[in-house]
């Protein structure tokens, strides 16, 4: 159960470190970092398609399977060429992608409000008013009453910090609770074989 609740704590805070670093790139270089992501995305799905197709071209035989993956290939690839060249239809859809995430992590942080009241944290509804906040805010996202695409960006930067700020605030009240329920388990248990002899 330690082994486990360490390799969660780690998970959790690699998460939340990651969506703060991302968040502190889009503040500092919205227009640029976009594009960048467009950029790489497209290439993917370009690049994808491409193999897709050159496996056809180059497989013996002709498979129902491979007919399918060529189509796919086709696909992926005439989209990945398009967001290329039009890497701003793109972007109008990242605030509602990131957006509905933020939603998720908002939904996931209350459940684990649920957990620490359970536990018996006394401030377990600061985790809540943490979850119900990131989902307000990733609403917002979603809805995106933003104009300009810097602004879009910077403003999607500050909600992954502060996801992530969330989080590790969240997972390292849940690990103190759960490691001292545990003392609190360790040290009954040692009364108890005390009391056997």
């Not at 950029?39 to 994808?48: C, H, P, Q, R």
């Not at 957006?99 to 009241?117: E, F, P, S």
């Not at 809805?143 to 960006?153: E, G, K, L, R, W």
Request: glycine share 8%; aromatic share 10%.
């Amino acid at each position: 159960m330690i082994e486990y609740l360490k390799n969660l704590k780690a998970n959790y805070t690699v998460s939340a470190v990651i969506c703060v670093i991302i968040g502190l790139v889009l503040i500092i270089w919205p227009g640029t970092s976009t594009q960048v992501v467009c950029m790489v995305f497209g290439g993917m799905l370009l690049a994808y398609g491409i193999i897709q197709i050159a496996l056809y071209l180059f497989a013996r035989e002709h498979t129902l399977y491979l007919q399918g993956m060529l189509l796919l290939g086709i696909v992926f690839g005439v989209l990945g060429a398009w967001i290329l060249i039009k890497p701003e239809i793109i972007i109008a859809t990242v605030p509602i992608v990131i957006g509905l995430i933020v939603i998720v992590h908002g939904v996931h942080n209350a459940l684990q409000a649920i957990d620490l009241k359970k536990l018996g944290y006394n401030k377990w509804w600061v985790a809540l008013l943490f979850g119900i906040l990131t989902v307000a805010l990733g609403v917002i996202l979603v809805y995106n009453p933003f104009s300009v695409v810097n602004t879009v960006v910077r403003v999607i930067g500050a909600f992954l910090i502060y996801d992530g700020m969330s989080d590790m605030w969240i997972i390292s009240r849940i690990s103190k609770t759960k490691k001292e329920k545990q003392r609190i388990i360790d040290a009954e248990a040692v009364i108890i074989d005390a009391d056997d002899r």
